[in-house]
């Protein structure tokens, strides 16, 4: 990042895109959004999908619409709406880390 930056900008900032995973593959397993599957779900795994409160997620679509689904379980068995924006989180907190450590200055970063 140092060589990076040195090149870059005298300020201490950064745009980081893209911070989670945004597939828009369609394994079905126990995400799809269809009634056949959506029956396949346990009580607690339709609480993740389509939770009590509503955002709007694109368009009134369940959660997990076109990413990872929210009852996928990773590694450890944790699953991925609990997990799901960490990646992000750990991305910026080592860029903010880096910059910081490089510029001697409170930097600014951009994530969307």
């Known amino acids: 990042m140092s060589i990076w930056h040195a090149g870059a900008t005298p300020n201490a900032s ?4 893209t911070t989670s995973y945004a597939g828009s ?3 079905c ?3 799809c959004d269809t ?3 959506l029956a396949k779900l346990t009580p607690q795994q339709q609480l993740y999908r389509d939770p009590p409160y509503r955002i709007n997620n694109a368009n009134g679509q369940l959660l997990g619409h076109n990413t990872i689904g929210t009852t996928a379980t990773h ?5 991925e709406y609990n997990a799901h924006n960490l990646y992000g989180l750990s991305e910026a907190v080592a ?4 910059l ?3 510029t001697g200055k409170r930097p ?3 994530t969307r």
């Open 75 to 79: 590694a450890d068995g944790s699953l």
């Open 100 to 102: 910081e450590k490089i």
């Open 25 to 27: 593959s369609n394994d």
């Open 35 to 37: 009634p056949e599957d």
């Open 108 to 110: 600014f970063i951009l």
């Open 29 to 31: 397993q126990l995400t």
């Open 95 to 98: 860029t903010h880390s880096a």
């Open 14 to 17: 950064a745009w980081l895109t």
